[in-house]
């Protein structure tokens, strides 16, 4: 039987016998040949037969599937019990005991019942989904001042859109007394309220027993317990030409997630990348911090902690691995301290990817899980999303698309009013500014594994990430001073409010040599130029930086007043070693670059050194001289916020690197830089 779909990339399609409910599930090959971007681990099962899923997503099957993966969870895994706080209950809860009233209860009025988390009295369920477009948010249920003392006597529920309808019923058939909702158990429109209330996400989701996640709800206003895929009917005939039955043929998309995740054709992949719940913001952080989450889908039901997760229908469990943030964060309970900087960098590039109807609720969205990130490290401070101890890698995000940039273009960037428009609710050195932030340059582009990594696979690779020990970079900088604003007196503080925050950096700095006559700067007519991500910079034909700006920079030199340039300053943060065993020859690295550009990696692979690494001498102070030689300098672009008057206080507006192939580098750098103390705002 062949079928043809007109569709970019490989499809599948399900078969489904109608007498005894199994469907057929294979791949159809893309006529068009495209196929080739896709990376090369694909779907495990090209022929494998379905259940048609049934339309009642609860029905009794499905409860004890769920039961008995709770049940699997609570016996045998250690680690799914560690960030379930023993001691704590959100503020408030929705009682759904009695089967015909709900209202609310407050966590105190349960804790002075008695018990403790581990007995059912306590146990309760959280939801984790979207409220949808502002249209359907407003007709949303929510607990306001005026309200609150009547949601304690009953919360009608005739009044409650569909989803929370279903969230209600699901935890009472899961047998959890409780159930936890933001806009019931928030008092919304209540600022103080909602700010505490906003502090504490990482125990709620952390310490509920269940998170329940319907991930095709688009909006309050679709409820998840009723399954009714589009599908048509084809008459199915033996061998002798008889009708014998039907085949239910489904659609099942397949996608690209950010460019270079394939995701499979497995059910739980197919139930996150064709819903809303993966895409939008707070649902980010609620899915990380959860200790275990039940997921309806359009195809089945699934079951996720922080061991594994498993799909109903199906005997065998998958184990889950933090390589799998980029498409679904869930962190494990403690991460090895070397991996704390590499896994908040995922954690931000996937983050920044996520849609929200408010763009500063991105920041307190993020708030639990940072807090998470806090206790394991300790003394470590969050400075507008990022880290203290890793500012000088973590400072250097560039964003892969300008749409939606404070600055977008170099005029803006010269509007004296802009670097306040720009701080309405962040600093302009924070990431949160910008869409698709990443740190792949940093890595994958300058830095490759290291030859005694063995855990790289090839998934790891598709999905952008890795597990290994990344080599890092140094911190360069002189003195670094981290300063709250003055009314920043909460100790929920600057995990949610990152307004006014200053960065005082101690440095070597360097004006933009293109202001210095003797020293030309022109912009190298390489084919890397044309790109909107790395500039390559020369001085007297000599290589000396490339650049990154924060805006949209595409066209714009031919317009631009080169005598703005003068007032830019070159920020050093860091340098890090030019070892890299692994280097392509010339060949490959033009390769290496054309697949780069399929997938959006920066196009700055063509400059990767083509020479094995320099030998590293027996001490002294030559080979101290032979060991910077050979480093390479990373660091920010700085603008005067002050006008033609400096006054110290500098706003961000791009990245450098300089590499030490061709005489650039953390060496040459310094030939040119003065020690200066700045103040970025
Ligand atoms: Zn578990």
Redesign the pocket.
């Known amino acids: 039987m062949g079928v043809h779909l007109a569709n970019r990339w490989k499809s599948r399609i399900h078969l489904t016998a109608g007498t005894n409910d199994t469907c057929l599930i294979f791949t159809v090959e893309d006529p068009s040949g495209d196929m080739n971007l896709l990376p090369t681990f694909y779907p495990e099962d090209p022929f494998k037969l379905r259940a048609v899923p049934p339309r009642d997503v609860l029905q009794a099957t499905t409860k004890a599937f769920l039961q008995q993966a709770i049940e699997r ?1 609570d016996v045998n ?1 250690e680690e ?1 019990k560690l960030n379930r706080n023993a001691c704590f209950l959100p503020t408030r809860l929705i009682d759904v005991r009695e089967e015909n009233v709900v209202r609310l209860v407050a966590g105190s009025t349960i804790i002075s019942s008695g018990g403790d988390s581990s007995s059912s009295a306590w146990k309760y369920a959280a939801l984790s989904y979207c409220w949808g477009p502002k249209s359907h948010a407003e007709y949303q249920l929510k607990t306001t001042v005026d309200n609150l003392d009547a949601h304690f006597t009953e919360i009608p529920m005739d009044t409650m859109p569909p989803l929370l309808q279903d969230a209600i019923y699901t935890t009472r058939e899961l047998g959890v007394p409780f159930l936890w909702i933001d806009s019931l158990c928030i008092i919304q429109g209540d600022k103080q309220d909602w700010d505490r209330e906003a502090g504490t996400m990482h125990k709620v989701y952390g310490s509920a027993y269940i998170t329940i996640c319907p991930t095709q709800s688009k909006s309050c206003k679709s409820g998840f317990l009723r399954r009714d895929p589009p599908s048509i009917s084809l008459p199915y005939r033996s061998s002798s030409g008889k009708p014998v039955g039907t085949y239910n043929i489904r659609y099942h998309r397949s996608w690209i997630w950010k460019m270079y995740f394939y995701v499979s054709g497995h059910p739980f992949s197919q139930d996150l990348i064709s819903g809303s719940w993966i895409r939008r913001g707070w649902t980010f952080q609620e899915a990380a911090l959860s200790s ?1 989450m039940v997921l309806f889908g359009a195809a089945a039901a699934h079951f996720q ?3 594994s997760r498993v799909t109903e229908g199906e005997s065998f469990e998958t184990p889950v691995e933090i390589s799998e943030l980029a498409l679904f964060p869930l962190l494990p309970n403690t991460l090895a301290e070397d991996n704390l900087d590499s896994a908040w960098k995922h954690i931000v590039s996937s983050y920044s990817q996520r849609k929200f109807t408010q763009s500063e609720d991105a920041i307190v969205a993020l708030a639990g899980l940072a807090r998470r990130f806090h206790s394991f490290q300790g003394t470590d401070e969050y400075c507008s999303g990022m880290w203290l101890s890793h500012l000088h890698e973590q400072l250097l995000w560039r964003s892969a698309e300008y749409e939606g940039s404070p600055w977008a273009s170099w005029t803006q960037l010269l509007d004296p009013q802009m670097p306040e428009k720009v701080r309405v609710f962040a600093p302009s050195w924070s990431w949160i500014h910008q869409k698709k932030v990443e740190y792949q340059y940093l890595k994958d582009s300058l830095f490759p594994r290291r030859p005694d990594d063995s855990s790289s696979n090839s998934q790891e690779e598709h999905s952008g990430m890795s597990t290994a020990a990344f080599p890092g970079l140094t911190g360069e900088t002189l003195g670094l001073v981290w300063r709250l604003p003055d009314n920043d007196n909460t100790a929920a503080g600057h995990f949610i409010q990152w307004r006014g925050q200053e960065l005082e950096i101690t440095g070597l700095t360097a004006r933009f040599p293109l202001a210095n006559a003797d020293r030309p700067l022109h912009i190298d007519n390489s084919a890397e130029v044309n790109t909107n991500l790395f500039w390559k910079w020369t001085i007297s034909n000599q290589y000396f930086c490339h650049t990154n700006w924060d805006f949209l920079n595409f066209g714009y030199w031919d317009r631009a007043d080169k005598g703005d340039f003068q007032r830019l300053r070159m920020l050093l943060l860091s340098s890090g070693s030019g070892e890299r065993p692994d280097a392509p020859t010339p060949g490959s690295a033009t390769a290496d670059n054309n697949n780069s550009e399929a997938m959006g990696v920066g196009a700055c692979t063509l400059i990767l050194p083509t020479h094995p690494p320099a030998e590293i001498s027996s001490g002294g102070e030559e080979s101290q001289k032979a060991e910077q030689n050979d480093r390479a300098a990373f660091g920010l672009f700085l603008f005067p916020a002050g006008g033609e008057s400096e006054d110290g206080k500098f706003y961000r507006v791009g990245t450098w690197y300089s590499l030490s192939e061709g005489k650039g580098g953390l060496a040459n750098f310094k030939r040119y830089a003065t020690a200066e103390t700045l103040v970025l705002i």
């Open positions: 969870c895994h799914c275990r902690c922080q061991r």
